[in-house]
């Protein structure tokens, strides 16, 4: 469920294939807010490209949905 928009603060390449990469002032969508050990981390996409990003680089300029849910998961993704 797509939750909110944002805007990029500053650029960002991720580490690995988990993470999506940005420009400053490109639009973000936000997906996921991630809890528990990483919740310095939303999980979103930039045009056609989907992955994690750190929260902190994004200024929310629309939001979506105001409904969270918490939901359990052990899905890890893997770069290849």
Known sequence: VLMCRGKATQDFKGPDCRFVNFKKGEAVYVYYKLIGKSTELWAGSVGSDFGYFPK?????????????LELPTDVSLVCY
């Open 56 to 68: 902190d680089l994004l200024e929310i300029n629309h939001n979506y949905s105001n409904e969270e």
